[in-house]
Structure formats: structure tokens, C-alpha cells
């Protein structure tokens, strides 16, 4: 009568579902089949095992048949979706190490399986990699709201106490992917579009390690299911566009710009329109972050891709730098020079007749920044061949329009060296076609007269108005101004170029 009552009882839940997420079945719980739920049964002995606090090491692959191999693999993937604090060094070490034990048994079998894992296996592991892998971060970066402190050239790298442990699971994960025994046609099935989206939320991770581990393995996915790849390219889009125009805070962009590298170079020709709204939409606006420098050299590699593939891009890309060109920040003009010259290495003389105008006034500013680095690093430019000759093929519209740079640059700038590289690129100009270089001088001369005769008149106007405020200020009269007068002063004051005042 007593074992009926008991029976009918309410049985306790096993602490390994009170660890795993969703209920204890993993992301892919709702994928259960009714084989499934009697695999569950037949290691529920395990799960009890667990639960009575007895966490003891399960009998080696060798000791056990061959038939008996894949049952013992599932229990020792059951075994391992219990989760252990590591923050605290002293809490479960026993366990601890017969997990990790465990796990590194897991990594030889995969290695040595010569059997294609079936629908169970799959299921089990991405179960197992779930309760294991996928979890909030505790950095308190991840909740900071305050984006203007957030800078992440300044942060230390964080390291994750749990990594010794999370790297045999990531290995794990890694292994099993490339494995010609996994099929990815099964495989599909449980590492689907939520596997990978849990998969892509762990690239803001603090721990450099962990994002090297994920760059690595979200690379197998995406080549071994050829299926996922649209929704992969879409989902690293959406990260773009929520880290370029809501929060600037992410780890992982410059890893992520490096899987794209590799994806980027094996598009196929012609481009589809996908692709290049992926440049136009994510990768140019990517300039847009203050903190571009963490990641600047992989999304350079990106674009420049973009251009080799199909050099008709070049006029779109080098707009888009100049949209996004820096105004202060000298370190990052820097770098959009040298990403220019990889651009213009690539580029075509059709398509830099399009965008050469506003390029070259850009470089004029450069040739003229009072920081030595940037006009440095602007007239290197002339030491690449390809551009030299694209510069000389198009001279009649390029010198007139950085002339007045260089010039200045020769008889005014503070640093030796770039007054030296101002002289080389001069003398290219002028052994290229001495009579523009002459007509470019005389016209600066011009120019130069016209602005001190402009500034004369200004200083007279000024001078005027001062004279007669003064004769005036004593009686508190109203003081009249000729409109002649009026106007001047107005033009004189707000215009920034001598082709305005005259105009006035």
C-alpha cells in the first residue's frame, strides 16, 4: 500500500536540467523524437547518478565492446551537460577534472570514429554544446549604456576563468563539425538557424580566445552547410547594422571582418546584387565607429576584395571613404590614407576618372595638415607606380587642384621631411609637362593678389566701420551704413575663398 502512494508521488528534477537552458533539453528540445525520448529514459540512470551527487568517471572507450561504443559516447555527452562554477576555484574540483577527463575522451573517440554518426549523436552534442557554451556574459561592458566612455582600444583583454574547460568544448564542437562522419545533411537539422545565432552572440566575448575558437569554427559551418550560408551572411548584417548605428559596443567585429575576408574571396563573378548592397549597406559605413582602428585592417582586406572582384566598385568605395573621411582624428586619417592607396592600386582609369575631382581635393587638404603623418602618408602616395601614372595620365585636372598645397607645403610647413617629399612630388609634375606646372604657378600667383588685395579691402572696410561707430558713440546716434559698404563687410566676413569675394 505504501510503495502505491509513493509511487504516485511527484518524482525530483535531476540537477542536470536544472543547469541546462530551456528546460533541461537544450535549444533543440522541441526536435525530440519518440526514439529520443527513449534514449533520455535509458540514461536517466546517469541523470539520477548526477543528481544523488554522485559524479563518478564512466568506463573508458576501450573497455567496452564496439557495439556498446555510441551508447557509451551518449552517456558521456549526458554527463557532460552538467555546468560547474568556475569562478570559484575550490568548489567541485573532483568533478571538475572527471568532466574534463570526459571531455578529452569525447575528442579522441570523434577523432577515431570510423561509423557516421546518427540522428541521436547529433542531437546529444549540440544539447551538450548548448548547456556549455551558450550563456549571458557577467561583464559589466555588456551593460553599459553609456557609449561615449566605451572605447575599446583603451580596455584590458579579459580572460575567462572557465576557458581551460570552454576550449576541450569548443574543440569538441570543432572536431565534430569537420568530421567526415558527421553528415551534414542530419547535422543540418540540429545545428540550425538558432544554433548559429547563439553561435554568432558569443563573438562579443571578452576573452580573445574564446572569438579566435568561434572565427575558426563558425568558418567549418559556413563551409561545411552550404544551406546556412545566406542566413549566416544576414545574421553578421544585422550585427553590423546594430553596432554601426545604435550601440558602437562589440568584441568580435574585427574576427567576424575576418571570416568575411575569406567568404568575400570566394564569391563568384559576376557579384550578385546581394553582395554589393552588403558594401554599400555594412562595410563602407563600417568607417563611420570612433573605435574603427580595433578592426581597421580586416575590413580594409574586405574592401579591397570587393574591388579586385569587380573593379567597377572602385568609384562607390572611394566615395564612401570620402563620406566618411575623419576631420580631426589624425591617427584614423592615417589609416584612410593607406586604405585609399590599397584601393587605387586596384582601380581602373575609367572609374578614377569619375571620382578623381573630389579624391584629389581631399589629398590637397592632406598635402596640408599641419600633422606631419597625414601628409606624410598622402605623399607616398606618388611612390606607387599605379597610381603615379593614373595621376599622370589625368594631370591637367590633378595639379591645378593640389597646387596650391604643394606650394604651400615648399615655402611653409614646419616639418623637413614633408617639405622634402613636397619637392619630389613637384619635380614630377613639372618633368611630366613644365608648361601646366608654369600656368599652375602663375595662376597660385594670381591667386595670391587677389587674396591680398581682398584682404586689404577688408581691413579698409573694417577700419571704416570702426572709424565711424567711433564718432558716433558719444551722441548715441543711430549710425547709418551705405549698402555698398554693408555688403562688403557681410561678403568679406563670411566668404572662404577669394573666388567668392570677387564675386560679391
Same mark, same amino acid.
Request: aromatic share 8%; net charge neutral.
Given at each position: ?10 518524482? +525530483? ?9 530551456? &528546460? ?15 534514449? =533520455? ?53 573532483? %568533478? ?11 575528442? /579522441? ?6 561509423? +557516421? ?24 561592458? =555588456? ?21 581551460? =574547460? ?18 551534414? #545533411?542530419?547535422? #543540418? @537539422?540540429?545545428?540550425? =538557424?538558432?544554433?548559429?545565432?547563439? *553561435?554568432?552572440?558569443?563573438? /562579443? ?26 542566413? $549566416? ?8 547594422? @546594430? ?7 562589440? #568584441? &568580435? ?22 553582395? #554589393? ?32 572582384? /569587380?573593379? +567597377? ?6 566615395? &564612401?571613404? *570620402? ?9 584614423? %586619417? ?19 576618372? @569619375? ?72 619635380? $614630377? ?18 591667386? %595670391? ?6 584682404? +586689404? ?45 570677387? &564675386?560679391?
Amino acid at each position: 500500500m505504501m510503495k502505491q502512494i509513493f509511487g504516485k508521488l511527484p518524482r +525530483k528534477l535531476s540537477k542536470s536540467s536544472q543547469h541546462e537552458p530551456n &528546460g533541461g533539453d537544450g535549444v533543440h528540445g522541441s526536435r525530440l523524437s519518440s526514439g529520443t525520448v527513449n534514449s =533520455h529514459s535509458s540514461s536517466s540512470s546517469d541523470l539520477n547518478m548526477l543528481a544523488s551527487g554522485i559524479y563518478g568517471a564512466l568506463p573508458g572507450f576501450r573497455d567496452v565492446p564496439s557495439t556498446e561504443k555510441q551508447s557509451l559516447f551518449i552517456r558521456k555527452l549526458n554527463m557532460c551537460c552538467v555546468v560547474f562554477d568556475f569562478s570559484d576555484s575550490t568548489k567541485n574540483l573532483r %568533478e571538475k577534472d572527471i568532466k574534463k577527463q570526459t571531455l578529452l575522451e569525447l575528442i /579522441d573517440y570523434i577523432s577515431s570514429v570510423t561509423s +557516421k554518426f546518427n540522428e541521436l549523436v547529433v542531437q546529444e552534442m549540440t544539447r551538450m554544446v548548448a548547456a556549455n557554451l551558450f550563456r549571458p556574459f557577467p561583464s559589466p561592458n =555588456h551593460d553599459n549604456k553609456l557609449v561615449g566612455l566605451y572605447d575599446l582600444e583603451e580596455e584590458e583583454p579579459a580572460m575567462d576563468p572557465a576557458w581551460p =574547460h570552454l576550449q576541450i568544448v569548443y574543440e569538441l564542437l570543432l572536431r565534430f563539425v569537420a568530421s567526415p562522419e558527421t553528415g551534414a #545533411k542530419l547535422a #543540418k @537539422r540540429y545545428m540550425d =538557424h538558432s544554433f548559429v545565432l547563439n *553561435l554568432l552572440e558569443l563573438f /562579443d566575448s571578452d576573452d580573445q580566445r574564446e572569438r579566435d575558437y568561434l572565427k575558426t569554427l563558425l568558418h567549418r559551418i559556413y563551409g561545411k552547410f552550404m544551406v546556412h550560408r545566406p542566413f $549566416i551572411r544576414k545574421a553578421i548584417n544585422n550585427i553590423f547594422y @546594430r553596432f554601426i548605428f545604435e550601440t558602437e559596443k562589440h #568584441k &568580435g567585429i574585427a574576427e567576424l571582418l575576418e571570416i568575411l575576408g575569406s567568404i568575400i574571396n570566394g564569391f563568384a563573378l559576376p557579384l550578385k546584387e546581394e553582395h #554589393k548592397l552588403f558594401l554599400v549597406r555594412a562595410l563602407i559605413p563600417l568607417h563611420k565607429p570612433k573605435c574603427v582602428s580595433v578592426y581597421h585592417p580586416q575590413l580594409s582586406y574586405c574592401i579591397t576584395q570587393f574591388v579586385e572582384k /569587380d573593379f +567597377k566598385l572602385a568609384d562607390t568605395v572611394i566615395r &564612401g571613404l *570620402l563620406k566618411y573621411w575623419p576631420v580631426i582624428n589624425s591617427s584614423k %586619417e592615417v589609416m584612410f590614407v593607406g586604405e585609399l592607396e590599397e584601393v587605387l592600386e586596384a582601380t581602373q582609369a575609367a572609374e578614377f576618372l @569619375r571620382c578623381m575631382v573630389p579624391l584629389f581635393r581631399q589629398i590637397g587638404r592632406c598635402l596640408n595638415s599641419s600633422h606631419f603623418q597625414v601628409a606624410e602618408r598622402a605623399l607616398l602616395l606618388w611612390n606607387n607606380d599605379h597610381i603615379r601614372n593614373l595621376i599622370t595620365q589625368n594631370r591637367t585636372v590633378i595639379l591645378p587642384i593640389i597646387f596650391p598645397a604643394l606650394e604651400r607645403n615648399t615655402r611653409g610647413h614646419w616639418n623637413q621631411a614633408v617639405q622634402g617629399l613636397t619637392l619630389n612630388v613637384r619635380k $614630377i609634375f613639372s618633368d611630366d609637362d613644365q608648361v601646366l606646372f608654369d600656368e599652375c604657378l602663375v595662376r597660385f600667383q594670381e591667386d %595670391e593678389l587677389k587674396e591680398k588685395e581682398m584682404q +586689404k579691402k577688408r581691413e579698409l572696410t573694417w577700419r571704416h566701420l570702426e572709424d565711424v561707430a567711433a564718432s558716433t558713440a558719444a551722441s548715441n546716434e543711430a549710425v547709418l551704413v551705405s549698402r555698398f559698404v554693408s555688403s562688403i563687410a557681410i561678403a568679406t566676413s563670411t566668404s572662404q575663398t577669394p573666388k567668392t569675394l570677387v &564675386g560679391s
